[in-house]
């Protein structure tokens, strides 16, 4: 291995071949410390030709290689394993913003490039890059298209498989596959891009990418809502629809335990109502739009059908960020309680409150006194599921129950005809249990597609699919 390290510091600099422990530290674990790994060495190529150089290397010294962009998934799929015999490839030198053609709507970004900083250099010229998360300063282009990542605008633009027009990938074995096109219509053959979208890592590194942009949308009208039910939120979306088509952009959920974490650390709720569920509510439109009065008639009239309790509507921007911080900051809110033991799962809205009802006792019969914080994009009919622990139980016995208390939270998602992850991806933490609720067929079909493109098995192995 000696060797490998010496030719991947003659391929991009020593200086970006990292194998001081102390260095490797921030890339061995996830944002929430629940998957930790250890590397050979931590690679930080500066270009395409630079990773493709890297990749061949490991490719030819049968070393496995994972990828790393902003480190904040969900299920572990950028942690590397604890053998100290894989290689973290991070892409967080790639950060160039290659064009930006307005007319056409379409920007061509590394894989580096941080969300945020993308979402600006469409502002920078009048238009805007829709996929939205509470992990937006630090996620990056690539580590969302491999995750195929949703957040709160996904009911308006979908997800960020819709967002992409072409890939640029390095492949297992070190060739550079360029189909940075950046058509809206190519029906030439298969759609190769769609393989490494949502592949995690799995089928190649993705180093750059064409992404479409969506026309402005600076009016914005926003609201805090009580409400009386889970059913009644998805009741919500029709009417939301109904008022607003498509200006609606947002319409998430929020659960009582969710929203009392959140005011703990100090976001004020402008409602102070017993409900037991809340959300937010934006509608977006060009410049001019009056979505004002659309949010207006949408809430009355949601009002008189007993579908909405009280509502607050923001007056100013940074009351709108008051409203937004209630809903995005559950998920850090959340970790303060301990170890989060985390479901992403979707069914379809008209099942949300089936699945929610019949939840709720079957986990407190398992584990009595657990506690749901439940929030989500009901919009999507996507709900992260979350379970804190009793507070009799220390994080080592609350984690002990995980497998029984998810086996729950899949088997009734599963049983309605939903997905054990809407949008949060398998990783390591979901390869098997995913595996677990899909047909041989449908495994098979994935396994003979990673055969395909990665024989030798070295790209971010164990992730997405278990390994045999
Ligand atoms: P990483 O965590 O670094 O990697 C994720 C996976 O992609 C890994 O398997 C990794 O190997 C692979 N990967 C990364 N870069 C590349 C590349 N260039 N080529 C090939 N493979 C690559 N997710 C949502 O979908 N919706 C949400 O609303 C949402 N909210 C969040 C809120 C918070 C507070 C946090 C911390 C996370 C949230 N996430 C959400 C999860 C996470 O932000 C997304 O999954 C995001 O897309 C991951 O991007 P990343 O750059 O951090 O990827
Ligand atoms: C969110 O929507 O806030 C995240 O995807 C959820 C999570 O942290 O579980
Ligand atoms: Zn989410």
Redesign the pocket.
Known sequence: MTDLIARLGEAIGASHVLTDPHDLASYSV??RGAYRGTPLAVVRPGSTAEVSEVVRLAHDSGVAI?????????CG??VPSDDGSQLVLS?NRMRAIRSLDAGSATITAE??VVLQELQSAAESVGMLFPVS???EG???????????????AVLRYG??RAQVLGLE?VLPDGRVWDGLRSLRKDNTGLDLKQL?IG????L????AAVLALQPATPSRATAWVSLPSVSAAASLLSVLREHAGDWLSTWELVSRPALELVVAHGVPDPLTSEADWFGLVELAGPAGADVGSALEDALGAAVEADLVLDAAIAGSASQRTGLWSLR?RV??AQESLGPTIKHDVSVAISSLDDLVSRLAPALEAALPGVRPVIYG?VGDGNLHYNLSRPASLDPDEFLAHAAQLSTLVHDATVALGGSISA???L?SGKAATAASYKSDVEVDLMRAVKQALDPAGLM?PG?VLPLQ
């Open positions: 996830d944002w994972v990828p790393q962009g902003g480190n904040t998934g969900m799929g950028a892409l894989a580096g998360l509470a992990a630090s996620c990056t282009v690539g580590g969302n298209i491999s995750t195929n990542a949703g957040g709160t997800m960020m990938v490494f592949a995690e890592g799995t190649g590194v993705v180093t995005e998920s850090e994009h949008e949060h991806g990783g971010n992730k």
